[in-house]
T-cell receptor
């Protein structure tokens, strides 16, 4: 069964460093998303991406964040200058959004645990 | 998107049916009910969704009341591996006239399956 994959599973970085989190969405999907979950808190939406542009972003997704689909398979989240409060699990998701509504279901990857020291 | 209310936690004996309720009294006509679960900080896992008819798949059944103000997710034979936080989310996507595609997660119900 197709699934969303994410790398790395765990990333440790120093405050102020840039990190890139990578995702491979399900191959025929058109919508891509990033969510995050700070330890012990709710899963929060960050950004959605469609047709090579951001379709929606949350207040969390400030100028330090960017997303890109560099090729036909990868979807990345970059944090330019990490802060301690960026430590969280980051989840990528994708959905098809073609045809009937079942195609609109979002499927999540296993997540990347980002630890900022 | 309509707000949902779920119990904070529930217990269920292994092998028995787990019935997880969700209240969504302000749901509107084009909003779907989705259920996801999250096992110990893993990525949220899609379970099932529905609009107004009851739905069943290989994982669970979804029973939606006739007035659509509440629903119940049923795991017919719970196992220890079903211990997780279960999220009930209502939304209509952009594609169907909604303002957003995002999923808004609440705190969900922590289901503990007991041996």
């Amino acid at each position: 069964e197709p699934e969303v994959t994410q790398t790395p599973s765990h990333q440790v970085t120093q405050m102020g460093q840039e990190v890139i989190l990578r995702c491979v969405p399900i191959s025929n999907h058109l919508y891509f998303y990033w969510y995050r979950q700070i330890l012990g808190q709710k899963v929060e939406f960050l950004v959605s991406f469609y047709n090579n542009e951001i379709s929606e972003k949350s207040e969390i997704f400030d100028d330090q964040f960017s997303v890109e689909r560099p090729d036909g398979s990868n979807f990345t989240l970059k944090i330019r200058s990490t802060k301690l409060e960026d430590s969280a699990m980051y989840f990528c998701a994708s959905s098809d959004s073609r045809g009937h509504v079942s195609a609109d279901t979002q499927y999540f990857g296993p997540g990347t645990r980002l630890t900022v020291l | 998107d309509a707000k949902t209310t779920q119990p904070t936690s529930m217990d269920c004996a292994e092998g028995r049916a787990a019935n997880l309720p969700c209240n969504h009294s302000t749901i509107s006509g084009n909003e779907y009910v989705y259920w996801y679960r999250q096992i110990h900080s893993q990525g949220p896992q899609y379970i099932i969704h529905g609009l107004k008819n009851n739905e069943t798949n290989e994982m669970a059944s979804l029973i939606i009341t006739e007035d659509r103000k509440s629903s119940t997710l049923i795991l017919p034979h719970a196992t220890l591996r079903d211990t997780a936080v279960y999220y009930c989310i209502v939304r209509v996507s952009r594609r169907y006239g909604g303002a957003t595609n995002k999923l808004i997660f609440g705190t969900g119900t922590l289901l503990a399956v007991q041996p």
